[in-house]
């Protein structure tokens, strides 16, 4: 099925969504999320009293940034929204991202499907592909497929099933 829309629409729903799934999960902290694929990282985080040395001036636009803070320890998400079947480039700019800053979680969400990144994850397997973290904690990017019609992701579709 194909669904002619701009990814630009897919980012209000996904900000409501990662909202209430970062309440849930870190109910005694602040939760913001922004709409931030048109600043870069380090401008956000500068605004919300963050500071990131890494993400100091590398061009890094993340779609929809969640952030969990309490005191002045901070923790992030990463989405990146996309209303096309997905690629290993699409990948691989997360990754990217996550592999320099190492969010708390990163979530790769698709309103279309999972395109070329389907056979790489499900007939070969390489979900290793999506490792990303310190070294001492290895963190997976969620693959998930995003419901237009109730604006909410697929979670049946998630990669990897954790």
Known sequence: MT???NEKVLYEPIKKWLKKYLEYHYKSNEV???DSHSQRLDK???QN???CDVAIGIDIQIDVLGISKKDDKYK???VEAKATRLTLRDLGQLWAYV???NP???FLITSESFGSLDKILKIFKREDMLDFGDGKKIKKIQV???DLKNNLPDLSSKIPKI
Do not use: C, S
């Open 49 to 51: 009293k963050i500071k």
């Open 144 to 146: 998930l497929l995003w």
């Open 99 to 101: 592999k320099l800053i």
């Open 76 to 78: 992030l998400f990463f």
């Open 44 to 46: 956000v985080l500068l």
């Open 3 to 5: 669904n002619k829309i």
């Open 104 to 106: 708390e979680e990163a």
């Open 32 to 34: 913001i999320v922004v």
